[in-house]
């Protein structure tokens, strides 16, 4: 095993790849197991790296580090953990647009959308250390001679599991709130996207983020979640990603009856009311379907269109679908990216052959582009009937099935129908319509008249099947701290 306190970098075809490893206890790793992953370029489908993969004893380094990482952290002040993870979100930002080159490389999103990425991730970041400054506690009346009181602490080691959609921004919802309340981690990013992780993790290291702290792992998934959450070191587990992986993982955390954040699938409804412009409307929701290749949890992906104004919205939505500049991310002007990998981009094909088997009308798109790489051309899709798995099945990809209706009650029931609950959208300048929708619409998120993304001081989660806990906002630190009651006689 080859240890190094620095991570030596490599090439990679293309852009300077960095070379990658497992960080633990404050050392990058190749780890013990041999075991490496192939990580592909999308936009080529050519290797440009091998992941090492964490085998057992690289995992009981990591939580050995992650139980001392924890004792040390908790008790260090919250104005010096401050200090530190200030420090490395300004890195972050510095090295913003490196992380940017090599995410588009690794995931295939715009080289505009990568590095604002990692800003955000700078912001989020920023954002927690300051809330975590507010993690107040509250004193209780009680009668003379005694205090009752309620004081927050972080609540241990956490483990958390991030996929490969947002491979900056992914990764710092679960490390950001984690260090700010003071916890310690062992994080399984993606194997798919390891670059970003491993830089993103660099910029702490380097900011002072003491040994243990943090540990940032790859491997076979099933092998790491079912080492990770048994251990008795584990106090919390966080997850983003699918709605059955969610579930396995959630019957995990629960037989050792430990708390976990479930950050699952969504198939986001949009509801565009008649008293809107329907060509505005249908760019917004264009611009927002084909954000980061459709690959979002919260990406708008049923739009219910009002009858009267259908035929003009579905025009603007073609016309925008096929505006959109699709290719390598690296390459100036590009406005979409490719699929993460061929399994996506046929899971993909799949929904729209089914729909169309069916005897949906594919208006734009509906088929790979020529060349290599996981490239789906931006899809319209109308007259798609009921029973198609599109409109039950999460896309996470560029399709956009147009389905008309009349009355806002009856579109709410069936924007509702499915059993996710992540996000919803509505486009309305009726105070009616919109109260209508907010109070109507079975999501966590809610937007009306944009399909704009999250920010750190606003809770983003789940309702029904798309899980539980909050990210960002107050909220955000709950599941990271542990409310202890204090009663203190003086005798
Ligand atoms: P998947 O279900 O195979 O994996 C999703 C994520 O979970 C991956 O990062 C994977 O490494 C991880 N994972 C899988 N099994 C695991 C296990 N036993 N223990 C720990 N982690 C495990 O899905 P996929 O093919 O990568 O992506 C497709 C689907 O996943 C999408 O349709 C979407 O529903 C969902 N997804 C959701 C998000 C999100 O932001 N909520 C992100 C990515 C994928």
Known sequence: MTETTTRPSGTAPGVAYPRLGLYIDGAWTQGTSGRTEDVLDPATGEVIAAVPLAGREDLDRALGAAERGFRLWRDTSVQERGKILHLAAEKIRERAPEIGRVMTAEQGK????????????????????????????????????????????????????????????GPMRKIAPALAAGCSIVIKASEETPGSACLLTECLADAGVPAGVLNLVFGVPAEISGHLIPSPVIRFVAFTGSVPVGKHL?????????????????????????????????????RGKFANTGQ??????????????????????????????VGNGLEPGTGMGPLISARRRDAVHRLVTDARDRGAKVLTGGSFVDGPGFFYRPTVL????????????????????????????????????????????????????????????????????????????????????????????????????????????LV
Not at 112 to 128: F, I, K, P, Q, Y
Not at 255 to 277: F, N, Q, T, Y
Not at 399 to 415: C, M, N, T
Request: overall charge negative; proline content about 9%; hydrophobic content about 40%.
């Open 110 to 169: 715009p080289l505009r959308e990568s590095t604002g990425e990692a800003n955000r991730a700078a912001d989020m970041l920023d954002w927690h250390v300051e809330e975590a400054r507010r993690a107040y506690g509250r004193i209780i009346p009680a009668g003379p001679g005694e205090t009752l009181s309620v004081v927050k602490a972080p609540v241990g080691p956490v483990a958390a599991f991030i996929p490969w959609n947002f491979p900056a921004g």
């Open 382 to 489: 109308a007259e798609v009937p009921p029973e198609a798995d599109l409109l039950s099945e999460e896309p996470f990809g560029p399709l956009a099935p147009i389905l008309p209706f009349e009355e806002l009650d009856e579109v709410i029931e069936r924007a509702n129908a499915l059993p996710y609950g992540l996000a919803a959208y509505g486009f309305t300048h009726r105070a009616d319509h919109a109260d209508a929708l907010v109070r109507g619409f079975e999501a966590g998120i809610l937007s009306i008249n944009h399909t704009g993304g999250s920010v750190p001081q606003a809770p983003s989660g789940g309702w029904k099947e798309s899980g539980y806990g909050r990210e960002g906002g107050s909220e955000s630190l709950d599941g990271y701290l542990v409310t202890k009651r204090v009663s203190h006689k």
């Open 250 to 286: 959630a019957g995990l955390a629960a037989r050792v009856m430990k708390p976990s954040l479930m950050e699952l699938g969504g198939h986001a409804p949009v509801i565009v009311c008649p008293d809107v412009d329907p060509v505005a409307a249908a760019r917004a929701c264009a």
């Open 296 to 325: 979002v949890c919260t990406s708008p992906s049923r739009f219910f269109v009002h009858g009267s104004i259908a035929d003009e919205f579905t025009s603007a939505f073609v016309e925008a679908a096929e505006a959109v500049k």
